[in-house]
């Protein structure tokens, strides 16, 4: 802040103070040559994609991973659980962005768990038959 003649003066950078001469500041002119912009126009088309059985195999796969534990029944609903699922991949594979490609993947990874989870729960049952007509014969 510079006092000049009893008022504050603010001086900004660039500026000359009283008495010193101003700066010559040379400028080039650049030449813009301004380019028509170019649309193009694309025909939107809506896609028709087929109906898939996405829902019910997702629905299959999870009550085939509610009834794996009693008794490994599950293995009864997540097999044509996978089965769907699998025809329901082969076709959102051929429409890119299907709308029932996601659904379609989660049914097939929830039947993998179900079968496996039955897999066990018979597994399971099997081998405590097994134990007890073993433990039965030695008493």
């Not at 301004?34 to 896609?47: F, M």
């Not at 994609?49 to 009864?76: E, H, K, Q, R, W």
């Not at 897999?119 to 030695?138: C, I, K, N, P, R």
Request: glycine residues 6%.
């Amino acid at each position: 802040m510079i006092l000049c003649c009893g008022r504050d003066v603010t001086m900004m950078q660039g500026q000359p103070y009283p008495g010193q001469q101003p700066q010559q500041v040379q400028y080039q002119q650049v030449a813009y040559q301004q380019q028509p912009v170019q649309y193009q126009q694309v025909a939107y088309q809506q896609q028709l994609v087929p109906d898939t059985n996405a829902t019910l195999a997702l629905i299959l796969s999870i009550v085939g991973i509610a009834l794996s534990f009693m008794y490994g029944l599950g293995i009864f609903f997540a097999i044509p659980s996978l089965i769907l699922a699998n025809r329901t991949l082969n076709i959102t594979n051929q429409f890119p962005n299907h709308p029932n490609a996601g659904t379609a993947k989660a049914a097939k990874i929830c039947s993998i768990i179900a079968i496996c989870l039955s897999a066990l729960g018979l597994l399971t049952v099997v081998l405590a038959g097994v134990l007890y007509v073993w433990a039965s014969s030695l008493a």
